[in-house]
């Protein structure tokens, strides 16, 4: 499977701010790129979807994408306690790779 | 949206014995799914690719005579466990996508996961 490498936390930040979430991937061929949110002992949900290089914003997230620097991250506005989770940077060629997951919480 | 169901929720077995568990797309066909095994505190590991009509792809070190999966029509996809042990205790969670031709994201949906204990 395809390397990708996520910060593993924790990451704690209080209620209210922004949590600032990276990945990185091995494959300069890869061309799409997923964030899920993984509750403990759930499985995980999308949160969003990134093709193309720059920002992509959804509600309170925002995807960012650079190919050049084969470098993704993800962007929590407004943290609300319900946002504590795990977030998983995945790269999809067909097959999903994960990175290992960055554990948030937030404060509330 | 797509949902994926699988059953059972979890399961409890003796070592020795094998468990079957399975995945269906409720409201999509799914030429592929996956099955995922995911240790606590790890991250989703893929075990196989399961094409339906055709024998599954296995990952590297996943043996596929131990993990026997059946992908028998467009909504069904099977993984059985066979002579289970204690090691084989995590949770298993299937994907699966839809064709192609529907959709350009390779978008996968996952199910809620099974939470096997093998004692």
């Known amino acids: 499977q395809k390397e990708v490498e996520q910060n593993s936390g924790p990451l704690s930040v209080p209620e209210g701010a922004i949590a600032s979430l990276n990945c990185t991937y091995s494959?300069?061929?890869?061309?799409?790129f997923f964030w899920y949110r993984q509750y403990s002992g759930k499985s995980p949900e999308l949160i969003m979807f990134?093709?193309?290089?720059g920002d992509k914003e959804d509600g309170r997230f925002t995807a960012q994408l650079n190919k050049a620097s084969q470098y993704v991250s993800l962007l929590i506005r407004d943290s609300q306690p319900s946002d504590s989770a795990t977030y998983l940077c995945?790269?999809?060629?067909?097959?999903?790779?994960f990175g290992a997951g960055t554990t948030v919480t937030v404060r509330a | 949206g797509a949902v994926v169901s699988q059953h059972p929720s979890w399961v409890i077995c003796k070592s020795g014995t094998s468990v079957k568990i399975e995945c269906r797309s409720l409201?999509?066909?799914?030429?592929?799914m996956f099955w995922y095994r995911q240790f606590p505190k790890q991250s989703l590991m893929l075990m196989a690719t399961s094409n339906e009509g055709s024998k599954a792809t296995y990952e590297q070190g996943v043996e596929k005579d131990k993990f026997l999966i059946n992908h028998a029509s467009l909504t069904l996809s099977t993984l059985t466990v066979t002579s289970a042990h204690p090691e084989d205790s995590s949770f298993y969670i299937c994907?699966?996508?839809?064709?192609?031709?529907?959709?350009?994201?390779?978008?996968?949906?996952f199910g809620p996961g099974t939470r096997l204990t093998v004692t």
């Open positions: 995945a790269v999809n060629d067909y097959k999903l790779s």
């Open positions: 409201d999509f066909q799914a030429t592929t």
């Open positions: 994907s699966a996508r839809e064709p192609p031709i529907r959709t350009t994201s390779y978008e996968q949906y």
């Open positions: 494959d300069r061929g890869s061309q799409s």
């Open positions: 990134i093709y193309s290089n």
